[in-house]
């Protein structure tokens, strides 16, 4: 029953980072293509936000990926580590299920 919660909780803030890389991408992309404007207040909470959560994740990335000049393959690299852990998560629960120590 705890294994349970542990499990729901890792794969929600999984999930939740996920969908906060995405976001990230997509807010940061129209920005650039002059969409929204960082002199609104709430597009500059937002975008500071998503900033401030997925920036750690991507710059570990970064220093390990080859510099491809303007192409970030950073976000992409993140997305797919994320999937991997929840696959991961998964095949993890589903072993303690088969072995009995999760019940």
Do not use: C, H
């Not at 570990?60 to 580590?81: E, H, K, M, S, Y």
């Amino acid at each position: 029953m705890f294994l349970d919660v542990v499990f729901y909780l890792a794969s929600a803030v999984l999930d939740l980072l996920w969908w906060a890389v995405l976001l990230a991408v997509v807010v940061q992309m129209l920005i650039q293509f002059g969409v929204l404007d960082t002199r609104n207040r709430v597009v500059w909470t937002i975008s500071d936000f998503l900033y401030r959560v997925t920036e750690p994740l991507f710059a570990r990335v970064r220093r390990v990926l080859p510099n491809f000049g303007p192409v970030d393959l950073a976000p992409l690299a993140v997305l797919l580590l994320i999937t991997a852990a929840k696959l991961l998560l998964g095949a993890t629960a589903n072993a303690l299920l088969r072995s009995g120590m999760y019940f």
